[in-house]
């Protein structure tokens, strides 16, 4: 487990804690944006950004302002701006911690598997269904062991591979490769996802 300010863990619980009693659609939702803000943060350090800089709706911008995540800053044509106010290292030990008390025996199951040797996380399209999985070749004998389907749950899919990304599990090359396959993937056998844009 990462460790993490007692400052900012307060700040991750007071953000998260409505969520507590809410579906798994809105926690995955969210963690998703968080992650979306990691991402630029790391590859724009000390830039500020808006909604479409991070593609997250602005009201979910002022929510993380609010819990103190981020941190609003002056726009001169009057479009809200942010910059992250807490270390980028210590937001991404949060959300893992906070994702592995979610979902840590799925993504532990994976890490376990891809310790095995031969064995490789990657996205199938069969029929109507994209399916994250762990296959495993040995000798002539090759096994698939499916984790989830991108095309009925396309954010936790999502969601687990930028986890495994962000535990240095998979690079983060690889983990963009899966993602951007299943979207591939998902166009080719369209079906409306039970998790619809926010």
Same mark, same amino acid.
């Given at each position: ?20 009693? +809410? ?5 995955? @939702?969210?963690? +998703? ?21 991070? /593609? !997250?709706? /602005?009201?979910y911008l002022k929510e993380f302002a609010d819990s103190g995540i981020?941190?609003? !800053?002056? %726009? ?21 911690? #906070?994702?592995?008390?979610? #979902? ?5 199951? !994976? ?8 064995? #490789? ?12 999985m762990i296959r495993c070749r040995g000798g002539d004998r090759e096994?698939?062991? +499916? ?5 009925? /749950? ?10 495994? %990304?962000?535990?240095? !599990? ?9 993602? /951007? ?13 039970? @998790?619809?844009?926010?």
């Amino acid at each position: 487990m990462v460790v993490v300010s007692g400052l900012l863990m307060m700040g991750i619980d007071e953000l998260l804690r409505d969520l507590d009693g +809410s579906d798994a659609e809105g926690r995955v @939702w969210k963690l +998703s944006y968080l992650m979306n803000i990691i991402d630029y943060a790391r590859g724009n350090p000390g830039r500020d950004f808006d909604e479409y800089d991070v /593609n !997250v709706p /602005n009201r979910y911008l002022k929510e993380f302002a609010d819990s103190g995540i981020l941190k609003a !800053v002056p %726009s001169a044509d009057g479009v809200a701006r942010y910059i992250l106010a807490v270390p980028v290292d210590e937001l991404v030990g949060a959300v893992v911690n #906070y994702v592995d008390g979610l #979902y840590g025996p799925v993504i532990d199951g !994976v890490v376990r598997g891809l310790r095995q040797r031969g064995c #490789y996380l990657t996205v199938y399209g069969k029929g109507r269904h994209a399916y994250l999985m762990i296959r495993c070749r040995g000798g002539d004998r090759e096994t698939d062991v +499916s984790i989830c389907d991108f095309n009925t /749950n396309a954010k936790f899919c999502e969601l687990i591979v930028r986890v495994l %990304s962000l535990k240095n !599990v998979i690079a983060p090359e690889l983990a963009q490769h899966i993602i /951007n396959k299943a979207i591939e993937l998902r166009k080719r056998t369209y079906k409306p996802s039970t @998790w619809g844009r926010k």
